[in-house]
């Protein structure tokens, strides 16, 4: 089941809260909850209010403890391809979101668990949280979304993760860049709230351009093709007046400063 909960903000427009519940399982991935949650993303990118969306896994065990199992058990040739282009839509539907995903991970973020985390924008983890891409262990490689490791923490420690089937510790996790923060299980919450306040202090219109320019390098065929692309997120920022209204504002209160100073 897939649980929503909008929250208005002083900074204007809302912020979403999005629940996977499926905790009898550890929160796994299965094609009911996958359905569910593609429709739900479906309407959140379709959001012009939106700000920011918050992804996290029902209860304190697991963030999405990967696919389920049994499922993947029952797969041959033909639903094998169906399941797995099934999560990776899941996944990148939080990665092409119009606005900034932060994943709150609250303990096992495993296979394509891990694999959503890695498609949001930003992680922070509680410190009992545990990272790792089990599928060698039960005879299928690691796949879709995991292609964006290496982007996050390198080609040989993706290589350790995706070989090994090991799992890491939020502090390890951290240390490698596989996640921006780590916070007691108890402050987990103050600490997505702290960076989300970060992101909400940028102007709406910027922060979605600012997002689109990001996915724009990763795709870019070279440095200056990203670099050209950047000019003409620059411009389109222009077609409202949030640059002239924010950055007036900001010229505003620098002068006044100066004045009291």
Not at 68 to 73: F, K, Y
Request: contains cysteine; charged residues 25%; aromatic residues 4%.
């Amino acid at each position: 089941m897939i649980v929503i909960k909008r929250e208005e903000r002083p900074e204007g427009g809302h912020i979403v809260r999005l629940t996977i519940d499926n905790r009898a399982k550890l929160n796994s991935l299965n094609r009911a909850v996958m359905h569910e949650l593609l429709d739900a993303m479906a309407g959140l990118a379709g959001d012009p209010d939106l700000r920011l969306l918050i992804v996290t896994g029902a209860g304190e065990r697991a963030f999405i403890g990967g696919a389920d199992l049994g499922e993947i058990a029952s797969l041959d040739h033909a639903s094998g391809r169906e399941f797995i282009t099934l999560v990776h839509c899941c996944c990148d539907a939080f990665r092409h979101l119009p606005v900034p995903a932060i994943a709150r991970v609250n303990g096992y973020a495993l296979g394509a668990g891990l694999e959503l985390a890695a498609a949001c924008d930003l992680r922070v983890a509680g410190a009992n949280a545990m990272f790792g891409m089990p599928e060698v262990r039960i005879g299928v490689p690691s796949v879709v979304e995991a292609a964006l490791l290496p982007m996050l923490i390198g080609h040989g420690r993706t290589r350790q993760l995706l070989l090994t089937g090991e799992m890491i510790a939020a502090d390890e996790a951290l240390s490698w860049g596989l996640v921006e923060a780590v916070a007691p299980p108890e402050a987990l919450d103050a600490a997505v709230e702290r960076l989300a306040a970060q992101i909400l202090a940028g102007g709406p219109n910027a922060i979605r351009i600012q997002k689109a320019l990001i996915l724009d390098w990763e795709e870019a065929p070279s440095a200056s093709a990203a670099v050209r692309r950047g000019i003409e997120r620059f411009v389109e920022t222009f077609d409202s007046d949030e640059p002239a209204r924010m950055a007036g504002s900001r010229l505003a209160e620098m002068r006044a400063a100066k004045r009291s100073g």
